[in-house]
């Protein structure tokens, strides 16, 4: 199970950091074969255990995207990934995740941020409050468009919070 988890949040952050998608060939398969595999190895328990991690994993991943907060391969995504951890471990992944994304955004605004303190030190202009009340570069593209570019595609937080997740079980003995 926990081979399949990897294999499945690996090439999920593959295709997102490559196409900006999780492909449906991904997620539904992964999301049967869960389903399968819990309800051959637990019977009845393993199915409900895999259909109520499901239920997370689409439930809260459904409420964010209809509030546009994600695309509809993200909640696919989660959908397969709570089939094969259950909704506990689902719901510790989605917290995990948010943190992992604010982790990295952040990261990622203070790195933009240093490398325009550069440019603009290098330009020979001031990067305090005397600089002309220049802001930091934006997007040359419509509105939207440097959020977008900006934004971390939604797998890698995911995988990472779902790897650590694993660790710490595996660490506990705790895997499902």
């Given at each position: 199970?926990?081979?399949?988890?990897?294999?499945?949040?690996?090439?999920?952050?593959?295709?997102?950091?490559?196409?900006?998608?999780?492909?449906?060939?991904?997620?539904?398969?992964?999301?049967?074969?869960?389903?399968?595999?819990?309800?051959?190895?637990?019977?009845?328990?393993?199915?409900?255990?895999?259909?109520?991690?499901?239920?997370?994993?689409?439930?809260?991943?459904?409420?964010?995207?209809?509030?546009?907060?994600?695309?509809?391969?993200?909640?696919?995504?989660?959908?397969?990934?709570?089939?094969?951890?259950?909704?506990?471990?689902?719901?510790?992944?989605?917290?995990?995740?948010?943190?992992?994304?604010?982790?990295?955004?952040?990261?990622?605004?203070?790195?933009?941020?240093?490398?325009?303190?550069?440019?603009?030190?290098?330009?020979?202009?001031?990067?305090?409050?005397?600089?002309?009340?220049?802001?930091?570069?934006?997007?040359?593209?419509?509105?939207?468009?440097?959020?977008?570019?900006?934004?971390?595609?939604?797998?890698?937080?995911?995988?990472?919070?779902?790897?650590?997740?694993?660790?710490?079980?595996?660490?506990?003995?705790t895997l499902p």
């Amino acid at each position: 199970m926990t081979a399949m988890v990897l294999l499945f949040t690996a090439a999920a952050v593959f295709s997102d950091l490559r196409t900006r998608r999780i492909p449906n060939w991904l997620t539904v398969p992964s999301l049967v074969l869960a389903l399968v595999v819990h309800g051959c190895h637990g019977r009845l328990d393993g199915l409900v255990f895999s259909l109520l991690g499901f239920a997370a994993g689409f439930g809260v991943l459904f409420l964010l995207w209809l509030m546009g907060g994600g695309g509809g391969g993200d909640v696919k995504m989660m959908a397969a990934l709570g089939a094969w951890l259950g909704w506990k471990m689902t719901l510790a992944v989605f917290v995990g995740s948010a943190l992992v994304t604010l982790i990295l955004s952040t990261l990622r605004l203070a790195y933009r941020l240093f490398v325009w303190s550069i440019a603009r030190n290098r330009a020979g202009q001031p990067s305090g409050e005397g600089s002309g009340g220049q802001a930091a570069p934006t997007s040359n593209g419509g509105a939207g468009e440097g959020a977008q570019r900006f934004a971390v595609p939604y797998a890698v937080p995911v995988a990472l919070s779902t790897w650590i997740i694993l660790a710490l079980a595996w660490k506990w003995g705790t895997l499902p």
